[in-house]
């Protein structure tokens, strides 16, 4: 599977928190409770946060660097008293984030560990250096040595508002940041028109995805879909397509909602799909029949991963 549960990882770019390095001092994390921290609400609007903030005496401002942001001089509860970006997508707010010069990693672990515990182990090859998971939230601390200057990150995120991130594309981020990341990342762009951007694949997707396809609407990331190398012969494929649903259905824990004609996918009649559909993030593994004489051409498997519709249409 391609998908994170939450975008700690994937939108740490150095730009997001310019400025943010200095002399700062570190105590104890307060940890949320429920949907409040730093001393807002997260998953509100971003009129509701400033609102918010100006009640408490805060002057918070845009972020030059990111339109999706607002910049914070203290957020109450943090562990780091300096600067903090607060983030937002059209569904609200969903992450703060904090940066300290690299030597202060430690002491920055020590300090969410006050409020949250000893962390989870981190896995093999992430830059993260601690991760906690409190009920509704995911929590961070990454090493970033190869930013000038070296520094460390503190993330936290509202899962229920967070926008999921899947082949290490944040879905519901402007298209700008987007291209951004996957170019950081190193994928190796293949066509671009207004409505799409198709890579060689998505550094953090499929490894053995021969192409990977970001759609954007309103000028966000609004789907992903990766397709998959074209078996020879169709029971290939669609033993293929079964295999790859059988392997998610395991990787989320419920079975699909499976539609394919009975003859398997057509061009005329429509693909084969198992789809899996939540309040956040719709999954869709597919069996494509691709152009061909007499709509026979060979089929290929992809997996796709969107945005549920929103009640009343796509109006933001």
């Known amino acids: 599977m391609t998908i994170s549960r939450a975008g700690l990882v994937a939108l740490a770019l150095p730009h997001l928190l310019a400025g943010c390095l200095g002399g700062t001092g570190l105590g104890r994390f307060v940890p949320p409770v429920g949907a409040e921290a730093f001393g807002v609400t997260f998953g509100a609007s971003r009129a509701t946060v400033e609102r918010e903030l100006a009640a408490a005496g805060a002057r918070p401002r845009p972020d030059p660097a990111d339109a999706d ?27 703060a984030e904090q940066r300290v010069p690299l030597a202060d990693t430690g002491a920055l672990v020590r300090a969410v560990e006050k409020g949250l515990g000893a962390p989870a182990a981190a896995a093999a090859g992430s830059a993260a250096v601690a991760w906690w998971e409190p009920a509704g939230w995911s929590v961070a601390v990454h090493r970033h040595p190869e930013w000038k200057p070296p520094a460390a990150t503190f993330r936290a995120e509202f899962d229920a ?82 295999a790859r649903c059988a392997a998610v259905a395991r990787d989320i824990g419920r079975p699909p909602v499976v539609s394919c004609p009975s003859t398997g996918p057509d061009r005329v009649e429509g693909d084969c799909t198992a789809t899996w559909s939540s309040v956040r993030l719709v999954v869709v593994v597919g069996a494509h029949r691709n152009q061909g004489g007499q709509h026979r051409g060979p089929i290929s498997v992809y997996l796709g991963f969107g945005g549920p519709p929103r009640p009343g249409g796509d109006e933001d």
């Open 69 to 95: 942001a607002l910049l914070v001089e203290r957020c109450p509860g943090a562990p780091v008293a300096a600067r903090c970006v607060l983030h937002f997508t059209p569904a609200g707010l969903y992450a």
């Open 161 to 242: 508002a967070a926008p999921p991130v899947v082949a290490g594309v944040p879905l519901g981020r402007l298209r700008a940041d987007v291209e951004a990341l996957l170019a950081a990342q190193g994928a190796s762009l293949l066509q671009r028109d207004a409505e799409t951007a198709s890579y060689l694949g998505c550094p953090l997707g499929e490894a053995d995805a021969v192409s990977c396809t970001v759609s954007f609407r309103r000028g966000r990331a609004a789907a992903v879909t990766e397709v998959l190398p074209t078996p020879g012969d169709d029971d290939a494929a669609l033993e293929g397509w079964r």
